[in-house]
């Protein structure tokens, strides 16, 4: 069966890469350097959700290639939003192969996100057409929700403390035993919601 490619699904999903990999560096410094790799993964399975194996090869490739050169090419001239800094930390494996294909550094970030985005936004396409692991994105999409809302709780908690700082907050939330169980179960309670009221439509019909 044929589908025809959802470009407005292709910029939301650049839209997802662009700041998840901005967010994710910045907030989260522990899993800074894999950020790119995190977001590109993300914009892909969201793009492929619902696709035949030939469309997500099209729309992951295009998510990542057109996410990348776009974050990229605002990171050229704007160095930062709203403070947080639009900049590209990625893992030393990948770092000599970004590094040789570079004309100039000025075009580091531009080259990294592009092809980063581009390759892992494929294979993230591809893990999201298939079936079984659309409950496995749900369930880490509602516990990363729900780690962030924990972070943003946590910082309004100590607004008023000196030199706190959101790094403080993500830190607290990924090493408290009660918030990651609580998250656990609340993106579980939510996937098989999912899954039941899904059913019930079928039924229905």
């Known amino acids: ?95 000599p192969l970004i590094t040789s294909i570079t004309p100039s550094a000025s075009l580091f970030s531009l080259t990294a996100l592009a092809i980063i985005g581009l390759f892992f936004g494929l294979i993230g396409g591809l893990l999201g057409s298939i079936k079984q692991l659309r409950g496995v994105f749900l369930f880490l999409t509602m516990f990363l929700i729900f780690i962030l809302l924990g972070a943003v709780d946590n910082a309004a908690w100590n607004i008023l403390t000196p030199n706190w700082t959101w ?21 579980i309670f939510l996937t098989i919601l999912s899954y039941a009221m899904n059913l019930f439509k079928k039924d229905e019909s």
């Open 1 to 95: 069966m044929n589908e025809k490619m959802n470009f407005t699904k292709i910029v939301y999903a650049s839209i997802i890469y662009g700041v998840w990999v901005i967010l994710i560096g910045y907030f989260v410094e522990e899993i800074a350097p894999y950020a790119a790799i995190i977001a590109a993964l993300g914009a892909g399975i969201y793009v492929g959700l619902n696709t035949n194996a030939l469309t997500w090869m099209a729309n992951g490739f295009l998510a990542g290639l057109v996410g990348g050169i776009a974050t990229g090419a605002i990171s050229i001239y704007t160095k930062n939003i709203a403070g947080i800094p639009i900049s590209v930390s990625i893992t030393s494996h990948i770092s």
């Open 167 to 187: 790094n403080m907050s993500f830190s607290h939330v990924l090493t408290n035993e009660i918030d990651l169980l609580v998250a656990v179960i609340f993106s």
